[in-house]
């Protein structure tokens, strides 16, 4: 009779770890036992590999071993050893060292000691499990994943996600189609750049830091204000009209002066002056940004500049991949376009992803397109949306480094992004472009600084992953 599989596991905030090893090794019909903190019961951490688990045809232990200190492998041991005595002959346990804390494992052996068992851990880079067969007295053995079980909807359902909209981009397929010559043709990628760069700068001259009262009452009469801000604007004042000192409405014989209305309504409701303050100043800044849309000379840029790049990206990266057999080996798919959504409100876009790669042991890899500037928290708000997605995920920012036009105006931008994000920078090069360029530093003299070309760093950021054969 063959023997049964139990894979031990723990419950964190991080279960995704546990899901590699144990979806590599399992088979249908094998237990998954739980270990269970009162922190882990309380948040229902589990849930979402549980269900995981259970479609791929495992079967979750009805009852998880409960322990206060999961972190304290003598408390461990204890609650663990009489349940894995419980199973009887017949049956391996697997013990899956990723999720817990540094401690937990020591435990985990301890209780099942004398038992055949053996060790597990799903190594993230490079991305290969390590399987310790009876202890830790010898070696592990090491290999890559082979069963390509695990893909991007099973991680965000283990962290109480779904995916709501996609496109899964072919691997083993043709190229992706770019609507225009952008990212290959020097001349009109650079024609592209420069039109954005005059445009946006026209609009930036035009605003003016203080917008007069007639520019505003100009703006309002030709309907050319509108929006939020206005709506904004109006609710705040709504105190004024209804006190009946509003202009065009006929004041009441005993009516108060307007002056001491208003310090009547501030003393009553001290957020009311600073309301309508605020809701003012917000205004002039929409008048501000409504008069250079007006008077702007130059037509706006005939193509999204964002959609463009982000599909270069893309169409680049897939290209690459397909071409490195070596890289593709780790990966298990790439998505482009991903909106995902907390699984309790499932409508509702809870993050949004430019191009997500998938590693076979279930790291995710976020490439994020930003082909002109970002804001700090736009950044911070996508890496931790990520980090909730997957406990292994990293991210990238992926800007245009077109070192060809080094000396143009708009050229200053691109070096800008890059410093920013550093050592998390994929530089999006031109194919024959040179591979370093300068930069006027503060005193006057130049600092040069190196490009290698986006297939060359995509091709270095991804290697790390990839298993060393096993003669080396």
């Known amino acids: 009779m063959p023997e049964k599989q139990v894979f031990i596991v723990v419950s964190t905030g991080q279960n995704v770890a546990n899901l590699p090893p144990v979806l590599e090794c399992a088979d249908a019909g094998d237990c998954v036992l739980w270990i269970e903190s009162g922190e882990a019961r309380q948040k229902n951490w589990s849930a979402g590999a549980r269900e995981v688990f259970a479609r791929q045809g495992l ?18 041991a204890e609650r663990l050893r009489p349940v894995v005595a419980g199973f009887g002959e017949g049956h391996v346990f697997n013990l899956v060292a990723n999720g817990g804390p540094k401690l937990t494992p020591i435990g985990m052996l301890n209780a099942c000691r004398g038992l055949p068992s053996r060790l597990l851990y799903g190594n993230p880079q490079p991305a290969e499990l390590w399987i310790f067969d009876g202890g830790m007295e010898r070696a592990p053995e090491k290999r890559p994943y082979t069963r390509h079980r695990l893909d991007l909807p099973d991680i965000l359902a ?8 996609s496109a899964l981009l ?7 189609a770019i609507p225009s010559g952008y990212g290959r043709d020097a001349e009109s990628t650079g024609r592209v750049h420069a039109q954005y760069h005059r445009y946006h700068q026209s609009a930036m001259d035009r605003q003016s830091p203080e917008t007069s009262f007639d520019d505003m009452q100009a ?9 939020e801000a206005y709506e904004a604007w109006l609710k705040a004042l709504a105190p004024l009209f209804q006190s009946g000192f509003s202009q065009g409405v006929k004041q009441p014989a005993n009516a108060v002066p307007a002056g001491a209305d208003i310090a009547k309504a501030w003393q009553k409701k001290p957020g009311f002056m600073a309301a309508v303050y605020q809701a003012t100043c917000a205004l002039a800044k929409a008048a501000a ?3 250079a849309r007006g008077g702007a000379s130059l037509d706006a840029p005939e193509i999204h500049l964002g959609q463009v790049f982000e599909q270069a990206v893309a169409a680049r990266l897939l290209a690459h991949l397909q071409a490195r057999p070596d890289l593709r080996s ?5 998505w482009q376009n991903v909106k995902i959504a907390q699984a309790a409100s499932p409508r509702t876009v809870a993050a949004e992803w430019d191009i997500v790669i998938v590693l076979d042991s279930g790291i995710v890899l976020s490439v994020e397109c930003k082909s002109f500037s970002v804001e700090q928290k736009d950044w911070d708000a996508r890496l931790l949306n990520l980090l909730r997605a997957g406990s292994q995920a990293k991210m990238l920012i992926c800007g245009p480094l077109y070192t060809s036009f080094a000396e ?5 931008a691109m070096h800008t992004l890059k410093e920013r994000a550093g050592k998390d920078f994929l530089p999006f090069t031109l194919a024959g472009q040179p591979e370093a360029y300068r930069v006027a530093d503060a005193r006057g003299g130049n600092r040069h600084y190196a490009c290698p070309s986006f297939e060359s760093e995509l091709a270095r950021w991804l290697a790390g992953y990839v298993p060393k054969p096993a003669d080396t």
């Open 59 to 76: 079967a979750n232990h009805p009852a998880a071993v409960e322990v206060a200190d999961i972190n304290d492998p003598v408390q461990v």
């Open 219 to 227: 703006l309002l009469q030709k309907r050319q204000l509108r929006g």
């Open 158 to 165: 283990a962290g109480g996600l779904v995916l709501l909209e």
């Open 408 to 412: 143009e105006p708009w050229f200053a």
């Open 330 to 334: 780790v990966i298990q798919s790439v």
């Open 170 to 176: 072919p691997l083993d397929g043709g190229p992706i």
């Open 289 to 291: 940004r409504a008069k």
